[in-house]
């Protein structure tokens, strides 16, 4: 179905005639300002995000463009305008359904009562504060050849996974001090006794366009937590205090593999699909590729010393 939904939105790409108006009030979706949300939209949004159409950070068309969110205009963004085109998606509750995980995570959780929790955490924090350092920007690379990128424990969020009530707690974290970026995340949990490791491995990486960066997924009422590397994908749910995924493996021409076992091409879209198809993102790149890097860059170290500031009881 995805492969369907791009296809159609680089069709609507190549023979829809481009307009785009001054809008006032931005509509989540409504790109071209004309008061309502289509096709032509989601087109405009898709051009935006591969630098076919020029989306001012902060103008109504680019936050009517992000319909996830994210800071930025991506083709996920495309493909919620083109669903909301046509009712299969509601725009409106889709962005605040990540708001809390992106920029208001430590409003979410204000007044929190486990003050034992918030007091294991804040230590979880200051343990990997002195293996990394605080968050930071830092340039990577030599010359020319350089851009920024996230250092440091540069992500720390509060998120429910399993919708108990109470949360767990994320960390994106270099591996060292000197390290050149946020390397490593990982996933905590309160056990009624202490901090449990649920996840730690290297951060989420899917090659250039996606590389490196936190990502969880909202779908149904549940909140999805997603790891992987250029080859693979798994995608985490929480219950009953167990993390446990799904693992899918970039497909071959005539086959695929889940979780190890070899399955069809029609199986794996669909499974994929099930998981993947019709929820909203909520990203965080640790490289950002796109002009607003320094100010989403800036807006997740803010954020992150919000929720610090909240589990050392500030």
Not at 105 to 129: D, F, I, P, R
Not at 193 to 220: A, C, I
Request: overall charge negative; aromatic content about 10%.
């Amino acid at each position: 179905m995805m492969k369907k939904t791009i296809t159609l939105l680089l069709a609507l790409c190549l023979t829809a005639t481009c307009f785009l108006c001054n809008a006032s009030a931005a509509l989540t979706g409504d790109v071209n300002g004309d008061g309502k949300i289509g096709p032509d939209d989601a087109r405009l949004a898709l051009r935006a995000s591969v630098g076919l159409e020029n989306l001012a950070k902060g103008s109504a068309a680019f936050t009517a463009a992000d319909a996830n969110r994210d800071g930025r205009i991506g083709s996920d963004d495309a493909r919620y305008i083109l669903r909301g085109s046509v009712g299969l998606e509601n725009l409106e509750t889709l962005n605040r359904s990540i708001d809390w995980i992106l920029t208001n995570n430590a409003k979410a959780w204000q007044g929190y009562a486990n003050k034992s929790l918030l007091a294991a955490y804040y230590a979880q924090v200051k343990k990997l504060t002195d293996l990394s350092g605080k968050g930071r920007i830092v340039k990577q690379g030599r010359g020319n050849n350089t851009m920024d990128s996230l250092s440091g424990l540069s992500v720390v969020r509060l998120v429910d996974l399993d919708k108990d009530g109470t949360p767990e707690l994320y960390c994106g974290y270099s591996s060292s001090k000197t390290g050149y970026f946020s390397d490593r995340e990982a996933l905590y949990r309160w056990n009624g006794k202490g901090v449990e490791t649920l996840f730690e491995d290297s951060m989420t990486n899917h090659g250039s366009d996606y590389s490196p960066l936190v990502w969880f997924r909202e779908q149904n009422g549940t909140t999805y937590f997603i790891a992987g590397m250029c080859f693979y994908r798994t995608v985490y749910e929480l219950k009953n205090g167990e993390l446990s995924g799904t693992t899918f493996y970039f497909p071959f021409e005539n086959y695929a593999y889940i979780n190890g076992e070899k399955v069809s091409i029609d199986r794996y879209d669909k499974e994929l699909d099930a998981c993947m198809n019709g929820g909203v993102d909520a990203k965080i790149w640790i490289y950002d590729y796109t002009k607003e890097a320094a100010a989403n860059y800036q807006a997740t170290l803010k954020e992150t010393e919000a929720v610090v500031a909240l589990l050392a009881g500030n």
